[in-house]
């Protein structure tokens, strides 16, 4: 019987582990889901907008797939860092490893006044309102007049939505109280989403897009000599359909502008580059902006035009990098661990038992069906290896040994009290289920306190 280890419970993890044990070439392989947090689901818990109510119902097809008789949850395990299960020891457990870790840092801007009060990586923020227990409390819009989004992907779109909803529209969500009263006091009534690059090169989704001009409580405004600046504005055909798509609705917003008695402004703007994130009184007072112009390579380059935005909220989202795992080789140019195939390189060389899936394999790229292929991919090389994989000596009971270790897993009974307890919360706030914030409250509510 082959035992594998899958570290990570979001898509990549899950995806994973659904590949192992639906083939029929190697019968019988047994999969633990490990996660460093007692709740699984990954991102699609803690980066799904919650007013995605659609992208988040994926928590069901997920859940069936954990559900299967020959995969278990193991929550509450970390893996590397200070007190957690090395890579060398977890292969005294299992025949074989798969890491399912994901991008988990920011890309830093790398100008003066990033680190100010008030600027914050977009990944604070969604945290903070998806409930995410390691979240920075709050303090994100209380004060805020004027917020920058620095980006133009989806999630840019996310948190310039968020932070144009009122709090009657996300009350119905999961967003924990404490964000929704922060919110619903929130001053912010200009969002400014700002990206380097024009329309046709921006990241986000279509649909994501057209959500903006959909809000009831905010008009979209773009200006259109931003738009003109881009040599694909006035003749989309030749673009990928997602780009030509995006070039369309934002010409839609140009040209027809938005309700002048919605209280919410969102700008959307193209061809800024940040040069600084600007200072009053110890805080951010807003973001200075080199004009750009393509290059005439796919890239921008700088024109020597300045322009200032003022804010006093500024959120970075320009993508994601891989962070090293204690134990396991890593590129740091490409933020990934080495690879061939999904199976883990040490010195150029096959590292017997230890693979990679998603992000932490391939860099922050595609959408979540994105890492279905390339989880099959691993798990095929994973199968093919298994011969040799099997013959190894490995514990009898992984999670005895665990404990025996000091560690405390949260098994999948364990997250269903944790489901239990936030549809309790919930009730007795008047909303439907209200997720737990903090790490005293979820090991409590799985019987870990």
């Known amino acids: 019987m082959l035992r594998v280890a899958v570290v990570g419970s979001g898509p990549s993890g899950v995806y994973t582990a659904q590949s192992l044990v639906e083939q029929t070439a190697v019968p019988g392989v047994r999969v633990h889901v490990l996660d460093r947090l007692p709740c699984p689901y990954g991102l699609v818990r803690y980066g799904v907008a919650p007013d995605h109510e659609k992208i988040k119902s994926l928590q069901g097809s997920l859940r069936a797939v954990l559900e299967h008789e020959r995969i278990g949850f193991v929550g509450n395990v970390e893996v590397g860092g200070a007190g957690g299960v090395t890579p060398a020891r977890l292969l005294e457990l299992y025949h074989a490893v798969v ?54 992907g989806n999630v840019a779109v996310d948190v310039a939505r968020i932070l144009a909803r009122g709090p009657g529209e996300l009350r119905p969500t999961d967003v924990p109280e404490a964000a929704l009263g922060a919110l619903a006091a929130s001053r912010v009534r200009e969002v400014h989403m ?22 009831p ?19 989309p055909a030749g673009l990928p359909a997602v780009n030509r798509r995006n070039v369309e609705v934002v010409r839609g917003w140009a040209e027809a502008g938005g309700p002048e008695s919605r209280e919410r402004v969102i700008r959307v703007r193209f061809f800024l580059r940040p040069v600084e994130v600007l200072e009053r009184a110890g805080r951010v007072a807003g973001v200075r902006f080199e004009r750009t112009v393509p290059d005439g390579a796919g890239g921008v380059r700088g024109t020597g035009a300045y322009e200032d935005v003022e804010a006093q909220l500024v959120l970075r989202a320009v993508g994601y990098r891989g962070m090293p795992l204690e134990g396991l080789p890593f590129d740091a140019a490409r933020g990934t661990v080495p690879h061939a195939a999904g199976r883990v390189l040490r010195d150029g060389a096959p590292s017997a038992g230890e693979y990679v899936a998603g992000w932490i394999k391939r ?28 013959r190894r000596r490995v514990a009898d009971d992984p999670l005895a040994t665990l404990r025996a270790w000091g560690h405390r897993p949260v098994e999948w009974p364990g997250w269903l009290s944790i489901e239990q307890a936030e549809a309790a919360l919930g009730r007795t706030l008047g909303r439907g289920p209200v997720k737990i914030p903090d790490w005293s409250g979820l090991l409590a509510a799985a019987g870990r306190d």
């Open 99 to 152: 890491y399912c870790v994901g991008a988990a840092r920011d890309r830093r801007l790398g100008v003066p006044g990033e680190d100010l009060p008030g600027s914050f990586s977009a990944t604070d923020f969604v945290s903070w309102y998806s409930a995410h227990p390691d979240a920075v409390p709050g303090g994100f819009v209380l004060e805020a007049r004027s917020a920058v989004v620095i980006g133009v």
């Open 194 to 215: 700002v990206g380097r690059r024009g329309p046709s090169q921006a990241k986000f989704t279509t649909k994501e897009l057209r959500e903006l001009g959909a809000m």
């Open 217 to 235: 409580r905010a008009r979209v405004e773009v200006e259109p000599a931003d738009l003109a600046l881009d040599p694909a504005y006035a003749d």
């Open 363 to 390: 860099g922050p790229t595609g959408v979540i069906g994105t890492n279905r292929p390339c989880a099959k991919e691993t798990a095929g090389s994973l199968l093919a290896d298994a011969p040799a994989l099997a």
